[in-house]
């Protein structure tokens, strides 16, 4: 499935691919819009290849209520696709550095049973890693990250063109601690959520 998005003056293309053969596989929900509407593009591009492999979500357990906003994204997800709701598989080890915990996440997975895990890694202007650290993103056999060339503005771009609106109200993207109870619009990933509306010329429905 090839998919052109983004703003007018900067379109790009993401890819998403299967495997072939029929494999168990993995998606990192976080509660955030790009992971959110990888897992929703994973179960489609699946449906169109007869549902052959089992997609189930996992996330890590992170500070700023992954486990809350990830069971609103899977309900949703799931709805979509007629799928029962599953609670996501907590993996990883949420003690380590931010950054080293998808990381984390993707080595256990892959030691319970996992063929593929697919994140959703997207491209990071400096201005929205103030005092972060990069996510490790290198694509390998086993863990696959088709967000990495493209950027926030492109993933609000697909969220709209795949009719997934609803997203915007039970995603998040706060870092701070009270992220389940609102957004700070300080932190950098409240900053980067802003800055991809923007891009569009439109603003975000789902601020509080």
């Known amino acids: 499935m090839n998919i052109i998005c983004g703003p007018k ?27 959110a509407i990888l897992y929703y593009l994973l179960l489609l591009e699946n449906k169109l290849r007869s549902n052959i492999h089992e997609i189930l979500p996992i996330t890590v357990m992170r500070k700023e209520g992954s486990k809350y906003f ?4 899977i309900g949703h997800v799931n709805q979509a696709f007629q ?12 003690t380590l550095p931010e950054e080293e915990q998808v990381k984390s996440g993707v080595n256990q997975a892959l030691t319970q049973g996992f063929d593929i895990v697919y994140a959703g890694v997207i491209e990071q202007l400096p201005q929205h890693m103030v005092n972060w650290q990069p996510i490790p993103s290198k694509e390998t056999t086993k863990f696959k990250i088709p967000f990495q060339s493209i950027n ?13 609106e609803p997203l915007f109200y039970i995603t998040h993207s706060c870092s701070g601690e009270q992220s389940q109870i609102g957004r700070c619009n300080g932190c950098n990933g409240c900053n980067e959520r802003s800055w991809g509306f923007d891009q569009l010329g439109l603003t975000d429905p789902g601020t509080i």
């Open 83 to 94: 799928i029962p709701y599953t609670d996501p598989l907590i993996v990883g080890d949420n």
């Open 9 to 35: 003056n900067d379109q790009r293309t993401v890819t998403i691919t299967l495997p072939q053969n029929k494999s168990r596989i993995g998606v990192l929900v976080s509660g955030g819009l790009d992971s």
């Open 70 to 73: 990830s069971s609103l994204v």
């Open 152 to 164: 926030k503005s492109h993933i609000i771009d697909m969220i709209i063109k795949f009719k997934q």
